[in-house]
């Protein structure tokens, strides 16, 4: 476990209190590269910058960050920075949980995503409630389940996990979970700048839909971490031959 090699990155931005929770973690059990965002890229999903050239920079710690979103942070330490590939990537500790439909937008998911593109193993960790409450507790379950692993997963994985923001002891166990369900976002909130122009925030998430037995929302409910496995393939599948029937 000592030769392990660990990419972290986030999407809080690489002085996050997340994220160097994470290092502190991790770093007796791994030797640990940070690549990072420069400023919070909630949010951003897997968006790559295309439109303008990506700086590198190496802060006093000895941290990486990128002017430019979470995917972009990984996509340039694995094709650039790093001389071989990591064993693991791990993103977060998010500042507020992604479940549900909120996983489609988050940066810190995106992150550990572009890695499993890659062909690499990656795990995001976020915790339910914004504040980083019992942080170090977050970052140790992080520590345990990456030093138990999952062996019997293929190769690669993308595990999305959210931990409720409660001291280690109050935390009843890590169960296995489907991604819940949101209802429509809110409205965007309309405002207008000095100059009386339009402008536009976008607004919350909407409520949760479907909390049911077995989703995300309901195991950290019940003060449980929920592990959920992801896969990047988008085909309907039950479509693809209602389609088919239509187009002959």
């Not at 500790?93 to 992150?111: C, E, F, K, R």
């Not at 409910?221 to 029937?245: E, G």
Request: aromatic fraction near 8%.
């Amino acid at each position: 476990m000592h030769n392990m090699k660990i990419l972290i990155s986030n999407d809080d931005g690489y002085l996050a209190p997340g994220i160097l929770a994470l290092v502190d973690a991790l770093s007796p059990i791994a030797e640990i590269i940070v690549v990072a965002p420069d400023s919070n890229r909630s949010g951003t999903s897997n968006a790559l910058t295309l439109d303008r050239p990506l700086s590198v920079y190496r802060a006093a710690n000895g941290f990486y960050f990128v002017n430019g979103t979470p995917s972009d942070c990984v996509h340039i330490a694995l094709t650039s920075i790093m001389a071989d590939r990591p064993d693991l990537i791990v993103s977060g500790i998010n500042q507020g949980q992604n479940m549900g439909d909120d996983t489609l937008y988050s940066g810190t998911v995106a992150a550990a995503t572009e890695g499993y593109l890659f062909g690499v193993p990656a795990i995001a960790f976020s915790q339910l409630e914004k504040g980083w409450a019992y942080l170090d507790d977050a970052a140790r379950i992080a520590r345990d389940m990456i030093e138990r692993g999952f062996p019997s997963l293929d190769l690669p994985y993308l595990l999305n996990v959210n931990i409720p923001n409660l001291p280690y002891s109050k935390i009843k166990g890590i169960h296995t979970a489907r991604l819940g369900k949101r209802h429509t976002s809110e409205p965007v909130i309309k405002m207008q700048d000095p100059h009386g122009r339009d402008i536009y925030w976008i607004g919350p998430p909407g409520a949760v839909k479907d909390a049911g037995d077995g989703t995300d929302f309901y195991v950290t409910s019940r003060d449980y971490v929920s592990v959920t496995p992801l896969q990047v393939d988008l085909t309907n599948a039950k479509q693809m031959a209602q389609l088919k029937a239509d187009l002959v």
